[in-house]
């Protein structure tokens, strides 16, 4: 199969990343190969990453703090805390994080990216057997930028994953989660608020491969968008034949601000198991009118009425977070946000 021609975006990436090795030297020869992901691609329908890279012509640089060498092996109750920044150009960076068996890990990622930016950066994560991993992604609003964040996940027997994203999108952001699941008392939680201003783009796509019995799976999103934004929800559940007795439930909610907003959803459940209590929901509506209008009637103005409604349907995926300081920052964040956008 012979290579595209590239456009000047991937030229930059794959200039970026001569020489690579591992995870880095897969994606650039995939963009050497197939180019960045368009409509064409069924994952990618709603999230045309060519497209968006436009004219970006130069390498760039990815800063990752927090991290000393490519293999994190954190001890057992440490919190480690990565910053991934990409520079205008075209950057990318992976790192590999192991939860060793009985541990219990905190990890919390804070993205950025500057305008011109089209940054990709991958974790590949392996939670032993036993093991706890709570992983907070903070995606802060990347205006004229493009980052793809992606994860891959190897989520052992009797080990428990708690993920929680929020994100204010950007000229295109991406959390994308694979998660292998090998069932046997472990759980995956997975949860994300998504709030979008005009022009912003953001995409949370996971995915969740039950391959062994008794494995149990939550996931709830919730999201707001404004006018000329657009919220992208992709999740799937895959159930293998041995994955008897999986527990899973999938949940999208999500609020259209104003009738030019965009919100586009495909959850998806692939079961080859009988003996399984599996299940998805997505609703997309509009604010409370009515609730709006006793608001009012109680001197609540405008603007702080819409933040209250707002905040009150969005915050419940940012509970799932244990610590509480961390937890009330994330409220914090999201409440100065809706200022800005009601």
Request: aromatic residues 4%; glycine residues 10%; contains cysteine.
């Amino acid at each position: 199969m012979g290579a595209i021609k590239p456009v000047a975006a991937e030229t930059a990436l794959i200039e970026a990343l001569d020489g690579a090795t591992g995870w880095l030297a897969q994606l650039r020869e995939a963009t050497r190969i197939q180019g960045l992901p368009t409509r064409r691609n069924e994952m990618w329908k709603w999230s045309d990453l060519r497209r968006a890279a436009g004219e970006i012509s130069t390498a760039g640089t990815m800063t990752v703090t927090g991290a000393a060498g490519d293999v994190l092996e954190p001890a057992d109750g440490e919190t480690v805390e990565l910053g991934v920044s990409a520079s205008a150009g075209a950057s990318a960076a992976a790192l590999s994080l192991k939860v060793k068996s009985g541990r219990s890990v905190t990890l919390v990622e804070r993205y950025e990216g500057e305008a011109g930016s089209l940054g990709n950066f991958h974790l590949d994560i392996t939670v032993e057997d036993g093991a706890r991993l709570e992983r907070i992604c903070i995606h802060d609003e990347t205006e004229a930028g493009v980052l793809i964040a992606s994860a891959s996940i190897g989520l052992a027997t009797h080990a428990h994953l708690s993920q929680i994203a929020l994100a204010f999108g950007g000229k295109l952001v991406r959390n994308e989660t694979h998660i292998a699941h090998a069932g046997e008392h472990s759980e995956a939680h997975l949860h994300g608020v998504y709030l979008l201003d005009e022009g912003r783009h953001f995409d949370y796509t996971s995915s969740v491969h039950h391959t062994g019995p008794g494995g149990i799976t939550r996931q709830l999103v919730k999201g707001a968008v404004a006018a000329h934004a657009r919220g992208v929800f992709q999740g799937k559940f895959k159930v293998d034949r041995a994955a008897q007795l999986t527990d899973a439930k999938m949940t999208h909610r999500a609020l259209m601000l104003d009738d030019r907003a965009e919100i586009d959803a495909k959850p998806e459940l692939e079961i080859y198991a009988d003996n399984v209590q599996c299940a998805h929901g997505n609703a997309i509506g509009t604010l409370d009118e009515t609730a709006l209008f006793y608001m009012r009637q109680r001197g609540i103005p405008l603007v702080q009425a819409r933040a209250l409604l707002i905040e009150s349907y969005l915050a419940e995926p940012l509970d799932f977070v244990s610590d509480e300081a961390l937890r009330d920052a994330l409220r914090a964040r999201l409440q100065k946000r809706l200022r800005a956008i009601s």
